[in-house]
């Protein structure tokens, strides 16, 4: 989801550039640019929702997605070193 919030974010940013008038050129490339990062957030959210929609099982049945050993191999690497 952090990923699909930056990519939105630039989508976003990049919608607000203008070009200088008579540039048709950076005009054609900016509105390509846009095409294409709607097209990938468009396909960013339609994977999330299926993955979403495939995890949705194993999340009610167990109540977490990941086996607990992995859970705890996870919570070490987040743990802060002692010092």
Do not use: C
Not at 55 to 69: C, S, V
């Amino acid at each position: 989801r952090a990923e699909l919030a930056g990519l939105a974010d630039a989508v976003d940013k990049n919608t607000q550039l203008l070009t200088r008038p008579g540039d048709t050129e950076a005009r054609r490339i900016l509105d390509e640019l846009r095409a294409r990062q709607m097209t990938r957030l468009k396909n960013y959210r339609e994977d999330l929702t299926v993955a979403e929609r495939d995890l949705a099982p194993m999340l009610k049945t167990r109540g977490r997605l990941l086996p607990e050993k992995a859970m705890a191999e996870l919570r070490e690497v987040d743990e802060p070193p002692n010092e």
